[in-house]
């Protein structure tokens, strides 16, 4: 049995805590020095979530108007103005100058539970969800939905301008169609580079090949030095991710961001984009007419592997929320809103996602979304998770995903050699479990 790993929150606020000097922390708003509501009448709660995708950020805060509506009483502060570069820093940020949302959407569960930053879910809300994940046997999160797969988006128009009548089902037949894309004269993929969360959807799809579909325990291999990065898997990986970016994918993708993907799709400057289901809203709501197909990309063999196992992520209530029993309620309140069916199904349909709950929830989907659905239900089809959404002993340090993505990022800018920087990237991430376990 390995040992598990922890990383401490306290760590990787020092920085920030140092930058922003002596901040003041404050109580919550609602409540007194024992803990009571100050009114009789209203409460109310912060939030807050990643807002990076537009569709996601729009969905989330339709469901809280149409709460608030019917909830006159109850007022939801939303915090979420963060960026799409780091919704972890955003966080840390927050906690570190007192604004620690009451209702949060968290994905790092085990680094702010290790902090006592979070609670465990209400006992009486776990009845709602289909066998949500635990962490250290504990339930934490209501999740907003499971895992979507990730696959190539594509222009229907663009692959029959190329010739391309049939899909891939290798990986070198993938390649193939990125040949005969260029040769037509329209740049074969898009990225949005911009957004350090981006490049994560081609680096875990090789990983996912090459790696986690192998080994689901790889990270805790690697956390006990048991494997390296430096090993032949990952440099495989690494050199199919930077062949990809150097040969096929647009030019300017470092500073295109990633609500900007979707339009080069749309008006013709590239034929594909990499990225996952909540896409397709954007991309019908940008110009209902235009006609894209989606696909799952093969490995070599053939296999198809896609993300889709399940994350501990989700609404979470916060350590300090927890103490005011009327706050608590009123988010208790919300959460069992949000996932009502009538209600759930519209923010379902608003990002394409796959409902976490027991009780059933449809909505209208397209061919797209269809056949991720049905790449979710093939039992032919490998599971996994980004490198960043293990846990337990698989969880790899907080800090560790950026610098990694943004490694990558200088590896194919300057041409890099492979084997060197995943050297270099073994050793940092040594170094910061190192650290993190002081």
């Known amino acids: 049995m390995l040992n598990k ?3 401490k929150l306290s760590a990787l606020l020092l920085a920030v805590t140092m930058t922003l000097g002596a901040c003041s922390t404050s109580s919550s708003p609602n409540s007194d020095e024992n803990g009571s509501s100050n009114s009789s009448d209203k409460v109310s709660f ?11 950020k729009k ?35 927050k906690d570190a ?24 879910l209400p006992s009486d809300l776990i009845e709602l969800f289909d066998s949500p994940p635990e962490v250290d046997g504990k339930i934490w999160n209501a999740p907003i939905a499971n895992n979507v797969p990730q696959g190539i988006i594509y222009s229907k128009k663009a692959y029959a301008d190329a010739g391309i009548t049939e899909l891939p089902k290798t990986y070198d037949e993938f390649i193939a169609i990125q040949e005969k894309l260029k040769a037509s004269g329209i740049t074969p993929i898009v990225v949005g580079g911009k957004d350090i969360f981006h490049m994560g959807f081609w680096v875990n799809k090789f990983l996912i090949d090459e790696v986690y579909a192998k080994d689901p325990d ?7 030095q048991a494997v390296s990065f430096a090993d032949e898997n990952v440099v495989q990986a690494m050199t199919d991710y930077k062949a990809l970016f150097q040969n096929y994918v647009d030019k300017g993708w470092l500073s295109t961001p990633d609500n900007q993907t979707a339009s080069f799709l ?63 309620e009123a988010i208790k309140k919300f959460i069992r809103f949000f996932f009502e069916p009538e209600q759930y199904s519209q923010y379902l349909a608003s990002v394409n996602g796959i409902p976490s709950t027991q009780a059933e929830v449809t909505y209208e989907t397209g061919e797209a979304m269809q056949t991720a659905l049905d790449l979710m239900s093939d039992p032919n089809v490998t599971k996994s998770l980004a490198i960043n959404n293990w846990w337990g002993e698989n969880l790899i340090p907080p800090q560790f995903r950026n610098w990694f993505y943004k490694k990558l990022q200088e590896m194919v800018l300057n041409d890099g050699d492979v084997k060197t920087y995943m050297e270099q990237v073994d ?8 650290a993190n376990s002081i």
């Not at 209702?103 to 465990?120: H, Q, S, W």
Request: charged share 25%; no cysteine.
């Open 218 to 224: 790889w990270n805790s291999k690697k956390t006990e």
């Open 46 to 56: 912060t939030i807050g979530y990643a807002s990076g995708d537009p569709a996601a």
């Open 97 to 120: 100058v007192g604004e620690f949302p009451d209702l949060v959407e968290m994905r790092d569960t085990e680094v702010f539970a290790d902090a006592g930053k979070i609670v465990e």
């Open 5 to 7: 790993s922890k990383f």
């Open 427 to 434: 050793a940092e991430y040594d170094n910061q479990v190192k």
């Open 266 to 328: 749309i008006t013709g400057k590239a034929a594909q984009l990499y990225s996952g289901t909540w896409m397709f809203s954007q991309i019908e709501e940008a110009d209902p007419s235009f006609e894209y197909g989606f696909y799952a990309v093969p490995d070599r063999e053939g296999h198809v592997n896609v993300i889709g196992l399940p994350s501990p992520a989700g609404w979470t209530l916060s350590a300090e929320a927890a103490k005011d029993r009327k706050k608590t």
């Open 59 to 93: 969905a989330i805060a339709d469901s809280i108007k149409r709460f608030t509506e019917a909830n006159p009483s109850i007022e939801i502060k939303d915090m979420s103005e963060n960026t799409s570069n780091s919704y972890l820093d955003w966080l840390k940020t």
